[in-house]
Structures are given as C-alpha cells and as structure tokens.
C-alpha cells in the first residue's frame, strides 16, 4: 500500500525538542521530494520545510528557519523534521507530504505536537 | 511571498447545488495551482492541480479554472461528501504558499 506514516509527535515544554519521522512505504521514496506541513488547531495549513530527493537541497518557512532541520533516509525510506527551541506557536498537527511536482499527492494522517509547560 | 486569498471564508450551498470556491493569488502563479480538500480529522487530499486538471480518482464534478492570479474551483452538484474545507495552494513560488481555506457547510 502507498502510504506516508508520521511518528513522534506528543507534549513537549517550550525551549525543547521532538524529532518526527514519516516512514514512506509503496513507492520509491527515493524519486520524491518531500515536505512538513503544519496546521495548528482550528487553523489552516501552512508549509514548513522541504527536502529534494537526494537530501542535497533543503528549505525551511520563515517562522523555524535557523530551528527545524529536515533530513531524510532514502535507505530506511523515511524523512524526519527535528525540532528545537520549540515554542507554544509550534503547537500543531504535522503532516508529511509527498511532492508529485504538481502538488502535494501524497499525504500521511499526521502527528500531533503540543508545546506547553 | 505569495499571498493566497480564499473566499468566501464560508459558503453555505444545499445538496445538489453548485459550489464556486475563488482563489486570488498576490502575484501571477501562471498556472501553477492547487486545490485541496480537507475532512476533520484527515489529511487534506489533492482535488486540483495545474488550476485545471483533477487529481486521480476525483469525480468530474469537480472543476477548475483560472490562470494568473485569479482560480476557480467548481462543484456542479454538491453531494454529502463534499462538505469539508476546501485549500489552494500555488507552487510557482517559494515558499509553497496555502490561502487560508474557504469551509463549504450544508445550508
């Protein structure tokens, strides 16, 4: 089955930090790039970061630039997001997301993480 | 960045009528758009891309159009499952930029 599955999110004091994983299965993961898109509680969504396929490349939203770091394993077809310096503002849903080049075809059911003391 | 504008915030249609959804984007995206829908509680899934082009599986009630910096999408009779929240995306630019969702409700 064609599918993207997150882990790691949970609850988490401000200043720390979560590292998330989205483990890809039914597809070359290789092939793709990928992103994080976050959606705060009630709220829409908003990209974080991308990754080209080889790792070579990297972006980050203007909001956890210098914070987050993405990364991926093509060998163990999955894709992380560290996060550090976590704020109450980093509270979200976090989904990965493959990139088809014509939009985002490939979404997993997303994770949970919650930056409260 | 590219600003997308979604509206209206909320639409109110009756099943079996037509939904039209308005995307604006701050600068032209040629046609590098896309549209989403959202379940609660699900991951949004691709509905839209190229402005005009379904996604696989999508139902051919679904259409999209525009070019530039003003889109469209269009549900020519809505049914049950289609009332969820409804995202564009434009990918001509970084960052990939979302408008802030226009939720479509049963009237």
């Known amino acids: 089955e064609v599918q993207l599955v997150e882990s790691g999110g949970g609850l988490v004091q401000p200043g720390g930090s979560l590292r998330l994983s989205c483990a890809a299965s039914?597809?070359?993961?290789?092939?793709?790039?990928m992103h994080w898109v976050r959606q705060a509680p009630g709220k829409g969504l908003v990209w974080v970061s991308h990754i080209n396929s080889d790792g070579s490349s990297t972006s980050y939203a203007d909001s956890v630039k210098g914070r987050f770091t993405i990364s991926r394993d093509n060998a163990k077809n999955t894709l992380y997001l560290q996060m550090n310096s976590l704020r109450a503002e980093d509270t979200a849903v976090y989904y990965c997301?493959?990139?088809?080049?014509?939009?985002?075809?490939?979404w997993g059911r997303g994770t949970l993480v919650t930056v409260s003391s | 960045e590219v600003l997308m504008t979604q509206s209206p915030a909320t639409l109110s249609v009756s099943p079996g009528e037509r939904a039209t959804l308005s995307c604006r984007a701050s600068q032209s995206v040629s046609s590098n758009l896309v549209w989403y829908q959202q379940k609660p509680g699900q991951a949004p899934r691709l509905l839209m891309y190229g402005a005009s082009t379904r996604a696989t599986g999508i139902a051919a009630r679904f259409s999209g159009s525009g070019s530039g910096t003003e889109f469209t999408l269009t549900i020519s009779s809505l049914q049950s499952e289609d009332f969820a929240v409804y995202y564009c995306?434009?990918?001509?630019?970084?960052?990939?930029?979302f408008g802030q969702g226009t939720k479509l409700e049963v009237k």
């Open positions: 039914g597809f070359t993961f290789s092939r793709y790039w």
């Open positions: 997301a493959r990139d088809s080049l014509v939009g985002f075809d490939l």
């Open positions: 995306q434009q990918y001509n630019n970084w960052p990939y930029t």
